[in-house]
């Protein structure tokens, strides 16, 4: 089959607002640490076959976080990342060997009302944020990143309360969500996805989120530490507040 960027089921013109949207998603997750990642998956969620969503959007995630993990790599903090490194394939592993059916809405639930604690509550102790606790927290998501897609809030506001500078948790942050998303091409690959039919497109979705990436770098220089953690908060507490309502939603309470 010939390759093709305009995969089957998109059109020239929903095609286009999608690279554009690559753009602007990956602008203000460089600028603002995250929250681009779910505005993408919505967007994706209104034109591509519902069978793709999951697998073409974790691929352009993967290389999108790639890209700023490349751009930003003086900036990471690799002590942690080298303890976060064992629990993805832990976490990875655990969760394709164990069967899990518990309700989606209780992981929505959890994983937003935590996001809010760490944002808004007391802070953590420090010795969580020790070797041995980036690796439990790393396990842990990694392991529920395989059932649900909304894991991105809860590893970006785990990695702001480790530090303070805007650049070291937006660089830790790229390679900690690339080395998570990267198990995901193999599973969904084994899985028989056609990943061929899709490639051209998801290559320029990647290569248009590079851009946005460097737009979004250089808005993050002109950015204080303070007004970033302010921001990165807000953005946060929404994904968090969405996620709390698709947890009513999913549970049958509205």
């Not at 506001?157 to 998570?180: C, E, N």
């Amino acid at each position: 089959m010939e390759l093709t960027l305009i995969p089957e089921g998109l059109t020239t013109t929903t095609a286009g607002i999608l690279l554009i949207s690559s753009v602007i998603t990956s602008m203000i997750t460089a600028s603002l640490g995250a929250g681009g990642g779910v505005l993408l998956l919505v967007l994706m969620a209104l034109w591509i076959p519902p069978a793709a969503i999951i697998p073409v959007h974790g691929m352009i995630q993967l290389g999108s976080n790639t890209g700023r993990a490349t751009l930003t790599w003086r900036h990471t903090d690799w002590k942690a990342i080298a303890a976060f490194a064992p629990g993805v394939l832990v976490g990875a592993a655990l969760g394709a060997w164990v069967l899990v059916d518990l309700p989606t809405y209780l992981w929505q639930l959890t994983i937003g009302l935590f996001v809010l604690y760490l944002c808004w509550g007391p802070a953590l102790p420090r010795g969580v944020f020790g070797s041995t606790g980036i690796f439990l927290a790393s396990g842990l998501t990694s392991f529920i990143s395989l059932f649900v897609g909304a894991t991105g809030p809860l590893v970006a506001s785990f990695i702001k309360q480790m530090h303070a500078d805007r650049f070291t948790t937006v660089a830790t942050f790229a390679t900690a969500m690339t080395l998570q998303h990267a198990p995901k091409a193999l599973v969904f690959g084994l899985a028989g996805f056609m990943f061929r039919d899709w490639l051209l497109f998801i290559l320029a979705m990647i290569a248009f989120g590079f851009a946005g990436t460097w737009l979004g770098l250089h808005a993050l220089s002109s950015m204080s530490n303070r007004h970033f953690t302010r921001m990165f908060n807000i953005l946060l507490t929404l994904l968090a507040l969405r996620l709390l309502w698709q947890a009513g939603g999913s549970a049958g309470w509205w």
